[in-house]
């Protein structure tokens, strides 16, 4: 207390500024922080969120995906389709066809075509879709022509230098038995 007398009055002030000065320094961090740490937890609970949303919609229009695959590849429609040598009976069965694959993709808007290919490679499209594409997929994959996937193939496709990525879905490839 006598040291504290001694000192000149502009001498305490600012001594007791910067001990202001100090302390809420101090209390400026320690309240920077604690709102940081719980900003940092609210943020990595909502990207934990989203990517579980966003898992959970790719599992749906996958699970989507396969199932319109599956019911269109084990079709009767698909079958005659595929074995008919009658152009007119051909038609009528892709007509067919064409009618169950729209109904379909009005029920899954993630759906851009349907190809049905046959096991000599003849391409059956059901809408306006680019057979090019088709045709650059299968020439870097070889996903209609490989035994590799013979037993069905789902998954991501990108083209080179494009930046676009496709997801597609090929049921495995089976053979007709005539019977």
């Known amino acids: 207390m006598k040291q504290l007398k001694n000192v000149s009055l502009t001498r305490q002030i600012y001594v007791t500024f910067a001990l202001i000065i100090v302390i809420t320094l101090v209390f400026a961090l320690l309240f920077y922080e604690i709102s940081f740490s719980s900003l940092r937890k609210k943020e990595s609970r909502y990207m934990s969120n989203m990517l579980t949303q966003v898992a959970q919609q ?22 005659h389709l595929l074995n008919e040598t009658n152009i007119t009976r051909k038609l009528e069965y892709k007509q067919s066809l064409n009618t169950l694959i729209a109904e379909m993709s009005k029920s899954n808007p993630s759906t851009e075509d349907i190809l049905l290919i046959d096991l000599h490679g003849k391409v059956y499209g059901f809408s306006s879709y ?17 035994d590799e996937y013979s037993q069905g193939f789902s998954g ?22 005539d019977g």
């Open 130 to 146: 680019d057979y090019s594409l088709a045709s650059q997929l299968n020439q870097i994959y070889h996903i209609f022509s490989s």
């Open 156 to 177: 991501p496709l990108s083209l080179s230098g494009s930046g676009t990525t496709y997801y597609a879905y090929a049921p495995a490839r089976y053979e007709l038995i």
């Open 58 to 79: 790719v599992e749906d229009i996958t699970s989507s995906i396969q199932l319109m695959g599956n019911t269109i590849a084990h079709s009767s429609s698909a079958a």
